[in-house]
T-cell receptor, first 117, second 115 residues
């Protein structure tokens, strides 16, 4: 059973450019969440996608956008990159079984390391 | 609103010694609580979770945590540290309103294990 996969592993961009990160959820999961983890910090929630729509959003500017596809995979897009966007971007997938919130646990991928120069 | 405070950015123990990583939470409703581990250059791996069943939760790799409502704590312990336990540990809290189960993470505690 494949876990959460992310691509690419590493990425280097320059200020002002745009980037797209990709995520495939764990088999059987229908919800995808994205997090930004700056060096030495815990993950910060960006947004969550369910049924191809953004269900919740954290405190991130609209330069950060996303998409979920019918196969539940997801993309994170960041426009007009800033130096401060350099971080590890984590994707997590989950599934709430029978509407029971106790089953809604997020499983994380290995992340994409984005460096903005 | 929910939040997590992890006491101590670094904890150093000798191999074979007790591991204790501290986590205090704040939540206006009964929370779900999690511990994740992150090895260098990797994503987060779930160690254990508390979802209002037994207050003592056993996880993988010999770790366990006890939910103490009166102390708003969820400390992580392991009786005997192993070199392979060296990693970053994150405590997280998740609490509804309905439909909102997004975990809020602490800043992490780096566990250092000395031979």
């Amino acid at each position: 059973d494949a876990g959460v996969t992310q691509s690419p592993t590493h990425l280097i961009k320059t200020r002002g450019q745009q980037v797209t990160l990709r995520c495939s959820p764990k088999s059987g999961h229908d919800t995808v969440s994205w997090y930004q983890q700056a060096l030495g910090q815990g993950p910060q929630f960006i947004f969550q996608y369910y049924e191809e729509e953004e269900r919740q959003r954290g405190n991130f500017p609209d330069r950060f956008s996303g998409h979920q596809f019918p196969n539940y995979s997801s993309e994170l897009n960041v426009n007009a990159l800033l130096l401060g966007d350099s971080a590890l971007y984590l994707c997590a997938s989950s599934f709430m079984e029978g509407g029971d919130p106790s089953t809604d646990t997020q499983y994380f991928g290995p992340g994409t390391r984005l460096t903005v120069l | 609103a929910q939040s997590v405070t992890q006491l101590g950015s670094h904890v150093s123990v000798s191999e074979g010694a007790l591991v204790l990583l501290r986590c205090n939470y704040s939540s206006s409703v009964p929370p779900y609580l999690f511990w994740y581990v992150q090895y260098p250059n990797q994503g987060l791996q779930l160690l254990l979770k508390y979802t209002s069943a037994a207050t003592l939760v056993k996880g993988i790799n010999g770790f366990e945590a006890e939910f103490k409502k009166s102390e708003t704590s969820f400390h992580l312990t392991k009786p005997s540290a192993h070199m392979s336990d060296a990693a970053e540990y994150f405590c997280a809290v998740s609490a509804p309103p309905v439909g909102s189960y997004i975990p809020t993470f602490g800043r992490g505690t780096s566990l250092i294990v000395h031979p």
